[in-house]
């Protein structure tokens, strides 16, 4: 997405989205739908900043200084936004999973 605004509001819509279908499956945990609205979030900025770290060349002194640059900010994208979000999913995703199985048909 080339323009923030758009971005924002895809994942706005997103999370929108997430937390009406987890409360429909009997799950309340709009911090969940936040977590993976933003995980997605993150890894379109993630493929942006890897498009452009692939058009630099790091043989040369300047490229590296514009990889580093873009490294940098993969950096913040991965364990700073993602990974965090990552770590909150993975706590609450038990009680998704439990909910599924407590829904899904039972085998006899």
């Given amino acids: 997405m080339s323009n923030n605004s758009d971005h924002v509001a895809a994942t706005l819509d997103l999370t929108n989205?997430?937390?009406s279908w987890l409360r429909s499956a009997g799950v309340k945990d709009s911090e969940?739908?936040?977590d993976f609205a933003d995980i997605l979030s993150a890894a379109r900025h993630i493929e942006e900043i890897l498009t452009q770290l692939l058009t630099v060349e790091p043989t040369r002194?300047?490229?590296a200084?514009?990889?580093l640059s873009h490294l940098g900010k993969l950096h913040v994208w991965l364990?700073?936004?993602m990974k965090h979000h990552l770590l909150e999913l993975?706590?609450?995703w038990p009680r998704l999973e439990n909910r599924l199985?407590?829904?899904a048909p039972k085998d006899e």
Avoid: Q, W
């Fill in 65 to 67: 200084d514009e990889a």
């Fill in 101 to 103: 199985v407590e829904l």
């Fill in 79 to 81: 364990f700073g936004e």
């Fill in 61 to 63: 002194p300047e490229g």
């Fill in 17 to 19: 989205r997430l937390t």
């Fill in 32 to 34: 969940m739908a936040v």
């Fill in 90 to 92: 993975e706590d609450v």
